[in-house]
């Protein structure tokens, strides 16, 4: 056999196995198997049944293909560079040239190459979602689903069908053993997410040897028990029953669908294929001579595309997606005229800007308002922040009484399968799948916000760590945000996890002192698009400053801000404080007034914005000359040595909580005006 005689689906199918050995063998690393297996799956999906226009990557109601098990990348960089996907810019522009070339697939996993080890967002048009931690892309591709069923019920009118995209997400038996993949895979089934489909690679191989060793459920029994619709292919090679499986997919309408793909891993290679070998290694040249002799292949020929193989994709995908992307363009040009505000918030989604007017609703706080807790301030702020902004939708994880997050307008309703129209979102007990749905919603350019206790933040840290590597603006509610949260005790007082935060690259922590600063950070941090960030919000409540006394809250959208300052001259000791802290810095400048000390309060909700400040700025709220501080916090001391210095004090928490009213916490945990002024009395202040 050789390529002139195979047909053009075959060669198309073999080019794609052909080109992911080639470059791993070239980079020397990476997985080869997967792609040589899945390749016929991928082939039929993208060219025949994909509504993609590759010369629109960008074009919003496109179907989304998420590769899950994101090891198999070559697979994704193999079909885009076919396909002919167009490269874009940040802006989602199209640009001349291809977005993944040969060039880039020669130089796969290479030092500034598009073709990264694993699929990373924002590098390639045509990558969906980053993948690569087993599990993130499926249940990303949830919130992918959720969104389409969304921007169709919100947006969708008589004649004018805008939305209706589908997700295809092509997952391995890690990203099923995941939990994360359960919670997201219970949710989908429950919320009847019929425009969902994942691909299940069903090939008993996994890095330690065969699936025999840990994992034999029965994956059908399991996802009919979920509410799923479940397919099964016999055999990966077979496009018609390929072919069969989607149709069926699409054909559901009352139930997402898994197609459970027997396959083969490194298929045609005669002596690795059906092995963990062929997972996660360069297969040799020698096997790659004879898996292209299996194939029909030029053994000698590497990085070979054989004539017609593009063309072969121009007149499938290439002709179909232009020919959909048209006729939504010309669909939603006279929407524009039908429905010209709705067009016009379409507009702000698909560029991610905001309505003019979004801030308008936000509330303010006088003192006569008295003491709240900032995770009520919190809910109040939302709650005008959705009426200035109608795509902010979002949920708890079975906690909105206790966060506040609940959109009360009635208009807002509740998503769910009879009203996939609502914003308020009920993702259940299911911490993971709700920060991995957060950012499928935000990559369609909805503005998600997610919901729990700040301890349970360490269930959802994996997809919070890719929002922020992903550049999504996935708002987390995170309350009870310390041991201010009593009785509940020490399982869930966080004490290590501002630290563990602020440690996310990206992400910006926002921890407000007074319900004026929950106010300004939403303010400030809402326009931010390309970041996540996290609000830390307290159960107990505090007290509203008297802005007449003290500084404009504004100072807060800076991360940092002289809230009081010491009245005669020149502070010789700065107290730094954030969130509830905040106000035992004030009680402590009294204090200290008393005894004529001079001291001065930052109140500092944002290390991230803080940085953020002009170097002028940030010197004017801490002069480098002034190196008595002492930092108050109710969390661990680990980062605050940058902004207190080697000399400085901490109060704060260096164990577990305990169970008990939050005074009695407070003070048996030292974090009191009275150890402030200890440590003060004790501090090297400069001239004393
Ligand atoms: C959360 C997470 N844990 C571990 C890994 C490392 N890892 C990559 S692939 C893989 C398993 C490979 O088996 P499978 O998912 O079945 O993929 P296949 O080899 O069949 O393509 C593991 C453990 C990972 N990428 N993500
Ligand atoms: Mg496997």
């Given at each position: 056999m050789s390529t002139a005689t195979t047909s053009i689906e075959q060669l198309a199918i073999n080019t794609i196995r052909t080109l992911s050995m080639d470059a791993v063998q070239q980079a020397n690393s990476g997985h080869p198997g997967t792609p040589m297996a899945l390749a016929p799956a991928v082939y039929t999906l993208w060219n025949?049944?994909?509504?993609?226009d590759p010369e629109a990557p960008q074009w919003m109601d496109r179907d989304r293909f998420v590769l899950s098990c994101g090891h198999a990348s070559m697979l994704l960089y193999s079909i885009l560079h076919l396909t002919g996907v167009r490269k874009t810019d940040a802006a989602g522009k199209v640009l001349p040239g291809p977005s993944v070339s040969l060039d880039d697939i020669r130089n796969f996993r290479q030092f500034a190459s598009p073709c990264a080890g694993h699929p990373e967002f924002g590098e390639v048009a045509g990558i969906e979602t980053t993948t690569g931690p087993l599990g993130q892309g499926i249940a990303s591709s949830v919130g992918l689903a959720a969104s389409a069923k969304w921007l169709a019920a919100r947006y969708n009118r008589p004649d004018f069908e805008l939305f209706g995209f589908r997700v295809y997400a092509l997952c391995s038996d890690g990203d099923l053993m995941e939990g994360v993949g359960c919670e997201a895979a219970s949710l989908a089934g429950h919320l009847k997410l019929s425009n969902l489909c994942w691909i299940y690679d069903d090939n008993h191989i996994t890095i330690e040897g065969g699936t025999d060793l840990a994992f034999s459920e029965s994956v059908g029994q399991r996802f009919a028990g979920l509410g799923w619709n479940t397919v099964e292919v016999h055999n990966a090679n077979d496009l018609e029953a390929i072919r069969a499986a989607f149709r069926t997919f699409q054909q559901t309408e009352d139930r997402p669908t898994i197609i459970i793909l027997r396959s083969t891993i490194?298929?045609?290679?005669?002596?690795?294929?059906?092995?963990?070998?062929?997972?996660?290694a360069p297969l040799g040249e020698d096997e790659i001579r004879l898996a292209k002799e299996v194939y029909g292949w030029p053994e000698d020929e590497k990085f070979f595309v054989p004539p017609g193989v593009q063309d072969h994709f121009v007149a499938g995908i290439g002709k179909r997606g232009k020919q959909a992307r048209l006729e939504w363009e010309q669909c939603f040009q006279s929407y524009h005229s039908a429905h010209p505000e709705l067009a016009v918030q379409i507009n702000h989604i698909r560029s991610g800007t905001l309505p003019g007017n979004w801030d308008e609703y936000l509330p303010r706080f006088d003192v006569s308002s008295g003491s709240a807790a900032t995770r009520g301030t919190s809910g109040k702020v939302l709650n005008g922040l959705a009426r200035g902004l109608p795509w902010l939708l979002g949920g708890s994880a079975d906690l909105a009484p206790s966060t506040k997050t609940l959109i009360t307008d009635e208009e807002a309703g509740h998503f769910s399968s009879d009203n996939y129209a609502g914003r308020n979102f009920h993702f259940g007990v299911r911490e993971q799948a709700m920060a991995a749905m957060g950012n499928g919603l935000a990559l369609v350019g909805l503005r998600p916000y997610v919901a729990t206790f700040f301890v349970f933040s360490d269930y959802l840290r994996p997809a919070m760590r890719l929002s922020a590597f992903m550049k999504q603006p996935v708002l987390y509610v995170f309350t009870h945000d310390s041991i201010g949260l009593g009785e509940d005790g020490p399982t869930h007082q966080p004490v290590e996890h501002l630290a563990a935060a602020r440690a996310i690259p990206g992400l910006i922590v926002a921890r407000p002192g007074d319900a004026n600063e929950v106010t300004e950070l939403y303010r400030a941090l809402?326009?931010?698009?390309d970041q996540p960030v996290a609000m830390v919000l307290t159960r107990q409540n505090i007290s509203t400053w008297d802005r007449e006394q003290y500084a404009p809250a504004a100072g807060a959208a800076r991360g940092a801000y002289v809230l009081s300052d010491s009245t005669d001259g020149e502070p010789e000791l700065i107290l730094i404080g954030t969130g509830s802290e905040v106000s035992l810095c004030l009680e402590a400048q009294d204090a200290l007034a008393a005894q004529e000390r001079s001291v001065r309060v930052v109140s500092m909700p944002s290390w991230e914005l803080f940085e953020m400040q002009e170097e002028a700025y940030r010197e004017s709220v801490l002069p480098s000359a002034i190196k008595a501080r002492i930092a108050v916090e109710a969390?661990?001391?680990?980062?605050?040595d940058r902004y207190i210095g080697s000399e400085g004090r901490f109060v704060g928490m260096s164990t577990f909580g305990a169970s008990a009213p939050y005074e009695k916490l407070y003070s048996h945990f030292g974090i009191t005006t009275a150890r402030i002024l200890e440590e003060a009395a004790e501090i090297e202040v400069a001239g004393r």
């Amino acid at each position: 056999m050789s390529t002139a005689t195979t047909s053009i689906e075959q060669l198309a199918i073999n080019t794609i196995r052909t080109l992911s050995m080639d470059a791993v063998q070239q980079a020397n690393s990476g997985h080869p198997g997967t792609p040589m297996a899945l390749a016929p799956a991928v082939y039929t999906l993208w060219n025949e049944f994909l509504r993609f226009d590759p010369e629109a990557p960008q074009w919003m109601d496109r179907d989304r293909f998420v590769l899950s098990c994101g090891h198999a990348s070559m697979l994704l960089y193999s079909i885009l560079h076919l396909t002919g996907v167009r490269k874009t810019d940040a802006a989602g522009k199209v640009l001349p040239g291809p977005s993944v070339s040969l060039d880039d697939i020669r130089n796969f996993r290479q030092f500034a190459s598009p073709c990264a080890g694993h699929p990373e967002f924002g590098e390639v048009a045509g990558i969906e979602t980053t993948t690569g931690p087993l599990g993130q892309g499926i249940a990303s591709s949830v919130g992918l689903a959720a969104s389409a069923k969304w921007l169709a019920a919100r947006y969708n009118r008589p004649d004018f069908e805008l939305f209706g995209f589908r997700v295809y997400a092509l997952c391995s038996d890690g990203d099923l053993m995941e939990g994360v993949g359960c919670e997201a895979a219970s949710l989908a089934g429950h919320l009847k997410l019929s425009n969902l489909c994942w691909i299940y690679d069903d090939n008993h191989i996994t890095i330690e040897g065969g699936t025999d060793l840990a994992f034999s459920e029965s994956v059908g029994q399991r996802f009919a028990g979920l509410g799923w619709n479940t397919v099964e292919v016999h055999n990966a090679n077979d496009l018609e029953a390929i072919r069969a499986a989607f149709r069926t997919f699409q054909q559901t309408e009352d139930r997402p669908t898994i197609i459970i793909l027997r396959s083969t891993i490194g298929y045609g290679a005669p002596n690795k294929a059906g092995t963990a070998e062929a997972h996660g290694a360069p297969l040799g040249e020698d096997e790659i001579r004879l898996a292209k002799e299996v194939y029909g292949w030029p053994e000698d020929e590497k990085f070979f595309v054989p004539p017609g193989v593009q063309d072969h994709f121009v007149a499938g995908i290439g002709k179909r997606g232009k020919q959909a992307r048209l006729e939504w363009e010309q669909c939603f040009q006279s929407y524009h005229s039908a429905h010209p505000e709705l067009a016009v918030q379409i507009n702000h989604i698909r560029s991610g800007t905001l309505p003019g007017n979004w801030d308008e609703y936000l509330p303010r706080f006088d003192v006569s308002s008295g003491s709240a807790a900032t995770r009520g301030t919190s809910g109040k702020v939302l709650n005008g922040l959705a009426r200035g902004l109608p795509w902010l939708l979002g949920g708890s994880a079975d906690l909105a009484p206790s966060t506040k997050t609940l959109i009360t307008d009635e208009e807002a309703g509740h998503f769910s399968s009879d009203n996939y129209a609502g914003r308020n979102f009920h993702f259940g007990v299911r911490e993971q799948a709700m920060a991995a749905m957060g950012n499928g919603l935000a990559l369609v350019g909805l503005r998600p916000y997610v919901a729990t206790f700040f301890v349970f933040s360490d269930y959802l840290r994996p997809a919070m760590r890719l929002s922020a590597f992903m550049k999504q603006p996935v708002l987390y509610v995170f309350t009870h945000d310390s041991i201010g949260l009593g009785e509940d005790g020490p399982t869930h007082q966080p004490v290590e996890h501002l630290a563990a935060a602020r440690a996310i690259p990206g992400l910006i922590v926002a921890r407000p002192g007074d319900a004026n600063e929950v106010t300004e950070l939403y303010r400030a941090l809402v326009p931010i698009t390309d970041q996540p960030v996290a609000m830390v919000l307290t159960r107990q409540n505090i007290s509203t400053w008297d802005r007449e006394q003290y500084a404009p809250a504004a100072g807060a959208a800076r991360g940092a801000y002289v809230l009081s300052d010491s009245t005669d001259g020149e502070p010789e000791l700065i107290l730094i404080g954030t969130g509830s802290e905040v106000s035992l810095c004030l009680e402590a400048q009294d204090a200290l007034a008393a005894q004529e000390r001079s001291v001065r309060v930052v109140s500092m909700p944002s290390w991230e914005l803080f940085e953020m400040q002009e170097e002028a700025y940030r010197e004017s709220v801490l002069p480098s000359a002034i190196k008595a501080r002492i930092a108050v916090e109710a969390g661990i001391r680990q980062g605050w040595d940058r902004y207190i210095g080697s000399e400085g004090r901490f109060v704060g928490m260096s164990t577990f909580g305990a169970s008990a009213p939050y005074e009695k916490l407070y003070s048996h945990f030292g974090i009191t005006t009275a150890r402030i002024l200890e440590e003060a009395a004790e501090i090297e202040v400069a001239g004393r």
